[in-house]
């Protein structure tokens, strides 16, 4: 196992070398045009799929931003902003800065903190009052001021699984190695993910976690479709959403590469 993890270190190394030389030759695709978001679905719980609960996900100054000033309490509605298409084979990039206060009615391990999530299942299957998506999350997190490290850019996942060190890691969420971030600063998130192979995490242009074969499992997830929850399943491929959990974020300079022309060589390295 630890021959395969090696290889695939190594093959995504590579595979990252290329997309960085080839990064003008390819065509980055823009995910939000800084005007409107008519290309993104939100899902807030207790809510249908569509509905934008009390103007949640705006934009505003070409900035998304993820505010709760319309709501009369927090209830739980923990929310998700989802661009139109899934993806399998992809580089993304995105600039997020937490700001503001978080609402004290919001349950306390949200304060400063947010995610992205990727492989997420599709919010047209998700329940009205499914609290979070079955998907892999890109954890943002600030620090608190009080000089303990909060690192940024961990994984945490809801209703799946991951690969890491050699075997399916029990916790919920896994640390990455990036220094806390305080204050309200722009800071770069990139997370370059193979299909249901390697998924590697950067921060402003740090690598700072690695993992593979994301699958469905695990809990944390709650009033979910039982057909769609298939423990095991191993995570293709999937929808990007930004979330809404209780903190104000922003978010900015949303991009993506596919990395589709890659899955042979892959296929050639193993």
Request: charged share 25%; proline share 4%.
């Amino acid at each position: 196992m630890k021959a395969l993890f090696s290889l695939l270190c190594f093959v995504f190394f590579s595979l990252h070398a290329i997309a960085q030389r080839n990064a003008d030759k390819n065509k980055w695709q823009t995910l939000f045009n800084g005007k409107d978001i008519d290309d993104w679905v939100p899902k807030i719980n207790h809510h249908e799929v569509g509905e934008n609960y009390g103007n949640t996900f705006r934009v505003e100054d070409s900035i998304i931003k993820v505010r709760y000033n319309l709501y009369d309490k927090f209830n739980k509605q923990f929310g998700h902003l989802y661009y139109k298409q899934p993806f399998s084979y992809y580089h993304l990039v995105f600039e997020y800065r937490i700001v503001g206060e978080w609402r004290k009615d919001a349950p306390g391990y949200t304060i400063k903190n947010s995610g992205v999530m990727f492989h997420s299942q599709d919010p047209k299957t998700m329940l009205k009052d499914q609290d979070w998506p079955i998907s892999i999350e890109f954890q943002l997190l600030g620090g608190l001021g009080d000089g303990v490290a909060r690192p940024t850019g961990n994984m945490c996942s809801p209703g799946t699984n991951v690969v890491f060190q050699d075997h399916i890691d029990p916790r919920h969420c896994i640390p990455s190695t990036s220094k806390t971030y305080n204050d309200e600063q722009w800071v770069k998130g990139e997370i370059i993910v193979l299909g249901d192979s390697l998924i590697t995490h950067i921060i402003n242009g740090d690598t700072v976690l690695q993992y593979s074969k994301p699958q469905i499992g695990g809990g944390v997830v709650t009033n979910y479709n039982p057909a769609i929850k298939q423990d095991g399943k191993l995570l293709k491929e999937g929808f990007i959403a930004l979330q809404s959990e209780g903190q104000p974020v922003d978010f900015r300079n949303i991009k993506i590469l596919s990395l589709e022309g890659n899955r042979n060589l892959k296929s050639k390295k193993k």
